[in-house]
Structures are given as C-alpha cells and as structure tokens.
C-alpha cells in the first residue's frame, strides 16, 4: 500500500469545473494502476475513472464519459481528475485509489484496489 491524499474538492455551481488531485507518499503512479471512485451519502462507492500503470490506458463511467479526464504527473507523485460541466448528481465524497500491476490493465472493480486516499467532498449546487 501507498499513501494517498486527495485535495480540490469544494463547492461549485453546475456547470462548473473543479480539478481534484491525489498526492502519493512515494514514487507510485509510474508503478501503480490508479482510478477515481466516488460515494454519495446512503449510496455505495462507484466507479468514475480509472488508468494503467504506463498511464497509456483509462476508462470512464458513463455517467462521465466527455466530461472527466483522469491525469498524472509522474514528477510530482500525482493524480489529478480534470470535472467539467459539473452537475448536481456529481455531488459525493471522492476517492484516489492506486494497486500494484505487472500487466498493462485499467481496473475498474474497488475491490481490485488496496490503496485508498481519505476522500475530498465535491458539492455541485443547482
């Protein structure tokens, strides 16, 4: 396991863009598969973004697909995930998440996941 701290989270209006990022302890997302997961309140941990390891590779849900972008900075130990055109249902709690992978493979499944940031809330207001 790795470390992760997420940040950028806030309130924003719909329509609006916020770009979340998720700092590693270590060199990892050269090394590591990497996805963004998000859960509203009641609601259960979902899927939104994810990249292989060479970063060459990604996946969106539909729910976001021409709206996110999943990024990194290899330099910087860091992960980002570009929101445009923020919407009230985007609103959750939303999680950086990393596993070591030895083939070139975009994980989407949680429990495929063993490292996990502490969430940043992103509120989308009407």
């Known amino acids: 396991q790795v470390q992760l701290v997420e940040s950028g989270g806030g309130l924003v209006q719909a329509g609006g863009s916020l770009r979340l990022s998720c700092a590693a302890s270590?060199?990892?997302?050269?090394?590591?598969?990497t996805a963004w997961f998000r859960q509203a309140p009641g609601k259960e941990r979902q899927f939104i973004a994810a990249m292989n390891w060479n970063g060459r590779e990604t996946s969106y849900a539909d729910s976001v697909k021409g709206r996110f972008t999943i990024s990194r900075d290899t330099a910087k130990n860091t992960k980002y995930l570009q929101m445009n055109n923020l919407k009230p249902e985007d609103t959750a709690v939303y999680y950086c998440?990393?596993?070591?992978?030895?083939?070139?493979?975009?994980?989407?499944?949680?429990?495929?996941?063993?490292?996990w940031g502490q969430g940043t809330q992103v509120t989308v207001s009407s």
């Open positions: 998440a990393a596993k070591d992978a030895f083939t070139s493979v975009v994980f989407t499944t949680e429990n495929e996941y063993d490292s």
């Open positions: 270590r060199r990892t997302f050269s090394n590591y598969a």
